[in-house]
């Protein structure tokens, strides 16, 4: 293979995808040692590669951003290459943004592919194509494929100011009490289990288990957290309301457990090895997002409209929200119970 000089990277949204790029973007590093990497990210996700060592510049997009700004950031990035390109541009967003971006940055262009095919078999006659469930991270490597890049058998990162070299291990807690973070919201309604039964599910792990509860949020939360913290009549630690990344990871990291709705946090908690009890409502497990190479369990109920989107949506589509509705409080303590007891060791 010819010398590669240097490659760029693109994923501008959402969260928890630029998150699943982490995996990638080392074995990436790892095959290409002394190779520039760069990575392209919208700004309200920089925060996840501030401190990842496996890249060289963070070049960060602004979704507002008017034609003659994007045209200013790429003659940046062009002044910053001397007048050369990218050997290989690798676009892992591939939309319209993407495509502009791009263009004119890379002598070789790599672009995902998104299986939408996979997709609208899903959404619309309720059965995959696939023969097996390809998780994201692993689909952000296939794309890579002629450069060859090997998969290292390790999970996802989100690096720390404080962490050492290589700090992707699990953790063991110092405490008696077990440390549960609850992330009750989700920026789709129907990807949302009901804050009637956060509440039951919080009051019970604290009577019933005697956990430590940490409330996980950021602003687009708010209205279900803030009614949670007018409910709740005990001590608990609150991080709701967040508008840092990183510290809602300082905050996963410091617990034992991560329960939540199928969103970003999830992949928050697989890139710092915490555990994972996601409930899943309209979106399903074969669309690949599920929390990678890290220990989880799924509480899920087998609707039969189910899945009705691929990223969610603001109302259910049939009226009668029964992909949530029908997870039961008991539904998901005894996950909970059964994944302490076989996986936690706690």
Not at 147 to 174: A, H, M, Q, R
Not at 206 to 215: G, M, P
Request: aromatic fraction near 10%; include cysteine.
């Amino acid at each position: 293979m010819k010398k590669i000089d240097n490659i760029l990277v693109i994923r501008l949204s959402s969260m928890g995808d630029v998150i699943l790029t982490t995996s990638f973007i080392r074995q990436l590093r790892n095959k290409f040692t002394d190779t520039r990497i760069d990575f392209i990210t919208s700004k309200s996700f920089a925060e996840i590669y501030k401190f990842n060592p496996n890249i060289n510049t963070l070049w960060e997009y602004d979704k507002q951003f008017k034609l003659n700004e994007i045209a200013e950031l790429k003659n940046h990035i062009k002044m910053d290459l001397k007048g050369r390109r990218y050997d290989y541009v690798i676009d892992l967003q591939k939309n319209l943004r993407s495509k502009i971006l791009r263009s004119g940055l890379g002598d070789k262009y790599l672009l995902i592919n998104k299986l939408r095919l996979n997709k609208l078999s899903l959404v619309y006659f309720k059965k995959p194509i696939l023969k097996k469930i390809i998780p994201i991270p692993e689909l952000y490597r296939l794309t890579a494929n002629p450069l060859l890049v090997d998969d290292d058998g390790e999970g996802l990162e989100i690096w720390l100011k404080s962490d050492p070299k290589y700090y992707f291990t699990p953790k063991n807690s110092d405490s008696k009490k077990m440390k549960i973070a609850v992330a009750p919201g989700a920026y789709h309604f129907t990807k949302r289990w009901q804050k009637e039964k956060y509440l039951e599910l919080i009051k019970n792990l604290k009577n019933n288990f005697n956990a430590e509860i940490i409330l996980i949020g950021g602003l687009q939360d708010k209205e279900v957290t803030d009614w949670l913290k007018s409910q709740i009549d005990f001590e608990y630690e609150d991080f709701s309301d967040s508008t840092s990344i990183l510290k809602t990871t300082e905050a996963i990291d410091n617990s034992d457990l991560l329960i939540s709705n199928d969103t970003g946090v999830i992949h928050i908690a697989a890139a710092r090895k915490v555990p994972v009890l996601a409930i899943f409502g309209s979106t399903v497990k074969e669309f690949g997002f599920l929390p990678f190479r890290t220990k989880y369990k799924i509480v899920e109920k087998g609707v039969s409209c189910r899945p009705c989107t691929h990223y969610g949506l603001d109302k259910c589509p049939r009226g009668h929200f029964d992909c949530m509705s029908k997870i039961t409080v008991d539904d998901v303590l005894k996950a909970f119970s059964n994944f302490v007891e076989t996986e936690l060791e706690f």
